[in-house]
């Protein structure tokens, strides 16, 4: 077994109980860029007449885990939601500069905003199964592209259940309203829904915050075995959390980006004052 | 200390009994109107049965004849139209305020609403006599029968889908709102467009609650007198299509009233009219409530 890469031995006590996460297969490349999907460029954002995210610039790695700390209120969950383009349907919203992903830019006028979504599956901080069955809520992406073919969806929602270690609890009740699981039950179930329509990222907004120890500690192995295939950006404030399972950290205070780097870096090697005195848990 | 806390207690018994024989009150209110209405319509049973009076249509008071059913039949002929006609311009006119408009249309529309809630429903009815009535006998009723005067069926349907269209539009819209921003997260986020989220989310999760609107808005339709009054013709005979005239059971109590003493059994009729339509709302609203229920377990 690897020993836990972090050399501040403080902090990677931090993380004693979870040698699971050892696993990772990516390590040994280190966090170079061998390809960035998704890039911002001097994104600023208003709702209103606030200005409420500041010369965004960022790079996010491809087929890594990274997170977004910051105290509360700094802008996390809104720049998750600009990423999908969710943060549209906000009163008063209105947007400058660009995101390239794939180096399509999703705020240009010939984008299609549900191709965006299809990329991004988001993970709310709830759980919000839609108010169907645990079969149409894994279905319901594919069916709104279009998909029909009975066959077919039935494979796509044993594979997604089984991804996400559900299939065996809920097989014998896939018709059931996916309402009655467990909270954490829910959690996976949404996170099965959003791999479903085949996305290339994760967006997580404290997906783990609402959940029962045992549930978190599902969710983040989760999130460690898909960084395999997708791309996951979550935002925590589990510090532990972002410590445990990041290879990329952003950490952003009151809506600029102050920090971003390797989770080795930022945790061990933080070059801002700030993130430093974040970190120490001076504010939060 | 403690007397101070048993005060507490005391005056908190009172209040709940208090709330508790005002409820009951309430309730008995409603209660007794139905046992006064069915009271004073007991006289007419004594010439003819509860179901001969429902299934004849022969209305001859001079005769003693009193048959129900063309007065059923107008009420829910018209109450049916209306909601056909009114539902789904409400639930569309909803769904996009809710899903697709910005919000200071929103608060055109409502102020809007609210005017058109509030305007009396004679002069919709002088509206429905002085345009729908004419359009119906002129325009459009020759497309489909020899002659209609356009005061009819359908005039009443129309005159009564407009008056609780305004209602309808601000249930769905409350209903609506109230459905979590996740759920539009959720569906939205997996690449559905709006219109695929208001279908398959929002409708979906606010079944129940469409019902419940509708019965609201029914039984609120069942029970509008004069509006429908002046636009459907008021002949007391069974309708057979939509250009014939009608006489629903409110109009009919409200014409009458003041002539009925000539008739010795006249004022039981009216009566047994007035308990009828009770009966009607009470039926409807219970069944409504009882389909709710149902819904909403196996939605939960
Ligand atoms: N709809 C809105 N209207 C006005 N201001 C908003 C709106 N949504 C967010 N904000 C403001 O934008 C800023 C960033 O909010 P955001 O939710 O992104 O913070 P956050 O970093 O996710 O905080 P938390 O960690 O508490 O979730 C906050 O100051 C907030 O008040
Ligand atoms: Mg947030």
């Known amino acids: 077994m690897k020993s836990y890469p972090y050399q501040n031995p403080s902090r990677a006590t931090w993380a004693e109980d979870y040698s699971f996460l050892n696993n990772d297969i990516n390590n040994d490349e280190g966090l170079a860029f061998n390809k960035s999907y998704l890039k911002v460029k001097d994104l600023n954002l208003y709702i209103h ?17 990274t997170c977004i700390i910051g105290p509360s209120g700094c802008g996390k969950s809104t720049l998750l939601k600009t990423f999908n383009r969710l943060i549209d349907d906000t009163e008063g919203i209105k947007y400058e500069g ?3 992903v794939d180096d399509t ?61 559900l299939w065996e609890e809920v097989k014998n009740r896939l018709h059931a309203p996916a309402s009655k699981l467990s909270i954490g039950q829910q959690q996976r179930l949404c996170l099965a829904r959003g791999l479903a329509v ?41 510090l532990r959390q972002a410590l445990r399972i990041a290879d990329h950290v952003i950490f952003m205070y009151l809506g600029e980006v102050i920090e971003a780097g390797s989770a080795d870096e930022i945790f061990n090697n933080p070059k801002q004052e700030l993130t430093r005195k974040y970190l120490e848990g001076a504010f939060s | 200390m403690s007397s101070n806390s048993s005060y507490r207690i005391l005056k908190n018994k009172i209040a709940g009994g208090l709330m508790f024989s005002i409820t009951v009150f309430s309730v008995l209110l409603v209660v007794l109107i139905g046992l006064g209405l069915y009271l004073k319509s007991v006289p007419i049973f004594e010439h003819n049965s509860f179901w001969h009076l429902i299934k004849s249509s022969e209305w001859r008071p001079g005769n003693n004849q009193f048959g129900f059913l063309p007065f059923i039949a107008g009420t829910l002929w018209i109450t049916l139209i209306a909601v056909i006609l009114a539902l789904p311009i409400a639930l569309l006119s909803a769904l996009f305020l809710t899903e697709f408009s910005k919000s200071y249309l929103k608060k055109w529309v409502f102020t809007a609403l609210d005017i058109l809630a509030g305007i009396p429903s004679v002069v919709y009815g002088v509206w429905g006599t002085l345009f729908i009535v004419p359009w119906i006998s002129e325009k459009l009723a020759p497309h489909f029968v020899e002659y209609s005067t356009g005061y009819t069926v359908l005039a ?25 921003r996740e759920f539009r997260d959720a569906s939205l986020s997996l690449g559905a467009t709006k219109w695929q989220t208001s279908k398959h989310v929002i409708l979906r ?13 029914l039984s609120r339709a069942f029970g509008e ?25 409110p109009a009919l109590i409200a014409n009458n009233y003041g002539e009925m003493l000539s008739v010795p059994l006249y004022e039981s009729a009216l009566m047994l009219a007035a308990f009828l339509l009770f009966i009607v709302v009470f039926i409807f609203n219970a069944s409504s409530r009882a389909v709710i229920y149902r819904i909403e377990r196996k939605f939960k």
């Open chain 2, 205 to 217: 999760k606010t079944f129940p609650g469409i019902l419940a609107a509708v019965a609201l808005a």
């Open chain 1, 198 to 238: 085949e996305p290339e990222f994760i967006l997580a907004d404290e997906a783990t915050s609402a959940l029962d120890p045992i549930s978190s500690k599902h969710i983040e192995e989760l999130f460690v075995k898909l960084k395999q295939d997708y791309t996951i950006i979550l935002v925590t404030h589990t």
């Open chain 1, 105 to 165: 830019d999703i705020f240009d006028k010939k984008t299609e905003i549900t191709d965006i979504r299809k990329k991004m599956g988001l993970l709310s901080q709830r759980p919000c199964p839609l108010p169907m069955s645990i079969y149409d809520n894994i279905a319901f992406g594919c069916k709104m592209h279009g998909e029909r073919n009975r066959k077919k969806l039935n494979q796509i929602v044993e594979e997604q259940l089984k991804a996400v270690g």
């Open chain 1, 98 to 100: 660009s995101i390239l």
């Open chain 1, 49 to 65: 007449k606030a200005h409420i995210l500041k010369n965004v610039n960022l790079e996010i790695p491809d087929k890594k885990v």
């Open chain 2, 156 to 180: 009443g349907g129309i005159v009564l889908g407009v008056m609780i269209l305004p209602l309808l539009i601000s249930l769905f819209v409350e209903i609506f709102s109230a459905v979590p």
């Open chain 2, 225 to 249: 007198t004069i509006a429908v009054l002046m636009v459907c013709g008021n002949l007391p005979l069974l309708p057979h299509s939509l250009f014939d005239s009608c006489y629903p059971l």
